[in-house]
């Protein structure tokens, strides 16, 4: 024992900090067309490399290219770049507006948008995503209105939450969304059992569930692997990984060692790793394990590979902790540019087309965020104030009833 | 003497204790580089290095765990959990590992880690930001739990925590990081400049755990608080017009009986103040010890101001907030009995 060197602590450090030029040239990403496509049916032993490729659709000269090109029509793909368009809109005007004071707080999806709204789009009506923070862009591809994401956010008298929620963490059953709360990865395992509950009931309807890279270190995210891998729920489970966690660096989640993607290897189901910044990737990948669930071969584990081009949140200063042009050096690109550049070499777009839609979005926001305004920001207008003391439970026990009477309403 | 705010309080505390003690670690989300979302260990890794002040993964229990294994070894780790309502996860290993190491190995082992959270409302936290868990860790036996409410007793808390050789859990009120609220919220913030306890000499000093400390005596009545509530019940207690006796009980375990009591038996009264939902809260056990030990000087009932009992409401904030307006009508309650 004596002879062995001593033993050192190693904690992880990014390759760069403010101050420090930011380099990827060192990550390794497979081009577009090299990660190979198995068979949808295939024998999760025989696709143990796919974690460490790259699924990507989208080249460098923006055109699609197999074996992963889910060869969608014009018209699916200017639906997606829309509501990518309109979620980056949204989400700076609503940033501008908690700096304004009209609220308490904001976070954006800056540069994460292919991702919620390809899946979106790519999944039934009937099946049910389990979101994070970060997917706007999953109600703005079916449509939710602009006007009541407004007034939760403003928590005003029009606010479908009635006022219970931070800014943003929505709830909307009715658009496949189930409610968000603030603690990181607790819902990983309800989309496990609600995945089992439909194959219990003998139903057709899945499950996509979202976390953070960052998160993927919470035991629930074990716990819901383990559980999605015994009872082969038909369940999409999906790691983001934007890079930080608020001032941490993937590393800190383990990326220093392997991919977020390999965590599946250990868990005997397919792990994908996916450009996430690429929509077609995106939809491809999504659609490969949607139909693996729907065959009853069960979940897959799905990392989107991006980059969180904006702060934390509202909150946050990224400066403080990363070089300031990390995003642009971003090897992957923009998404909404990459789809832009994709639609304009088919044939199908061009850039008076894209300002004009720029611009007609961003009225469309600010129409509903002055509709908003006029039924109050945050503390200028409230719910029924008795609705604080109802859904504690279905019915009201004593002590809400007594201390609502307490306080008059 | 120098002036600090709590955060500062709290961060000369760490800083002050790294130097002195090799066996001091620090831990938690987002404490190394860039020093917590709340700044309290801004400046510690870069003064101290990399090993000494580090970031975590994001798993409470696996926090918690780490801190047990190397207070287990020898070590006194300071972790900090970003927000006490992420704690929860971490609750396996607070309850059945740290609070019960040294009585299950007859005291083979034990585990001296300090546990740092900010909690609590009156910052639009919504339900997540915002609750007070205080009773949860007060029920476990094994656990101490401190809750400062100036700059002065953050630091002396926090430096009699690390020193202890049990498991502390220290919450700390962040409303009040940057300055006193009583509760007022339509008023201007305030800063802790010009406050006493913002005097926070340099060098190690504790402020015993167990200790309360009165911070407005008087006759009529005793309000028990602690945390931002210390601030909210002086201007609550000016408001209403009582001679009221103000005590802080910074450690609710081990808690300071015999303050209480003696207190109690002197005013013959006793208002609890806590921002934690009503039921099963803390001033619950308050209560049943007064009750207990002081019934025969009692002339009112044990009044109770609290959160109500609901989740922490977004929109809510103030109406939720147990604010000076419902301790004046308490404080009136119990001197017109
Ligand atoms: C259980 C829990 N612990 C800590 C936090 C505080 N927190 C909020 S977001 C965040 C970082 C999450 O990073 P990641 O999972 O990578 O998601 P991203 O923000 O990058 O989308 C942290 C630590 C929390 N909300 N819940
Ligand atoms: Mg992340």
Sequence with gaps: MNNQPRLTLHIPEPPARPGDHPDFGGMKLPKAGETMRPDVDAAEPTMRDMPFGLIRVLDDGHNAVCPWDPHLEADVLHRGLRAMMLTRAFDDRLFRAHRQGKTSFYMKSTGEEAIAVAQSLMLDRRDMCFPTYRVLGWLMARGYPLLDLVNQIFSNAGDPLRGRQLPILYSARAYGFYSISGNLGSRFGHAVGWAMASAYKGDDRIALAYVGEGTTAEGGFHEALTFASVYRAPVILCVTNNQWAISSFSGIAGADETTFAAKALAYGIPGLRVDGNDFLAVWAATQWAAERARLNLGATLIELFTYRAAGHSTADDPAKYRPADEALQWPLGDPIERLKEHLIVRGEWDEERHAALQAALEDEVRAAVRAGEAIGTLGKSKPELGSMFEDVFKEPDWRVIEQRREMGV | ?337
């Design chain 2, 1 to 337: 003497m120098p002036v600090m705010n709590m955060v500062q309080a709290l961060n000369n505390a760490l800083d002050e204790k790294l130097g002195a003690d090799p066996d001091v670690l620090i831990f938690g989300e987002d404490v190394g580089y860039f020093g917590g979302v709340f700044r309290v260990t801004d400046g510690l890794q870069a003064k101290h290095g990399l090993t000494r002040c580090f970031d975590t993964p994001i798993a409470e229990g696996g926090i918690i765990a780490t801190a047990i294994g190397m207070g287990a070894y020898g070590l006194r780790p300071v972790v900090e959990i970003q927000f006490a309502d992420y704690i929860l996860p971490a609750f396996d290993q607070l309850v059945s590992e740290a609070a019960r190491l040294r009585y299950r190995s007859n005291g083979e082992f034990w585990a001296p880690l300090t546990v740092r959270t900010p909690y609590g409302g009156g910052i639009f936290g919504g339900q997540t930001h915002s609750q007070s868990p205080e009773a949860i860790f007060a029920h476990v036996v094994g656990l101490k739990t401190v809750v400062p409410s100036n700059p002065y007793d953050a630091k002396g808390l926090l430096i009699a925590a690390i020193e202890d050789d049990d498991p502390v859990i220290m919450l700390e009120p962040k409303r009040i990081y940057n300055g006193p609220f009583d509760g007022h919220h339509d008023r201007p913030l305030k800063t802790w400049a010009g406050h006493p306890k913002a005097e926070v000499p340099t060098g190690l000093y504790r402020v015993p755990l167990g200790k309360a400390a009165v911070v407005r005596e008087g006759r009529a009545v005793t309000v028990l608080a602690y945390g931002t509530m210390v601030h909210v019940a002086l201007s609550g207690i000016d408001e209403a017009g009582v001679d009221a006796e103000l005590l802080d009980l910074r450690s609710l375990v081990p808690l300071d009986i015999e303050a209480i009591t003696a207190s109690v038996r002197k005013t013959g009264r006793c208002v609890i103040l806590h921002e934690a939902s009503r039921f099963g809260g803390f001033g619950g056990e308050l209560s049943a010890l007064v009750q207990e030990r002081c019934f025969d000087h009692l002339k009112a009932p044990i009044e109770r101001v609290a959160g109500w009992d609901t989740p922490y409401p977004h929109a809510f904030e103030w109406d939720y907030f147990p604010g000076p307006a419902r301790l004046v009508a308490a404080l009136r309650r119990v001197m017109e009995y």
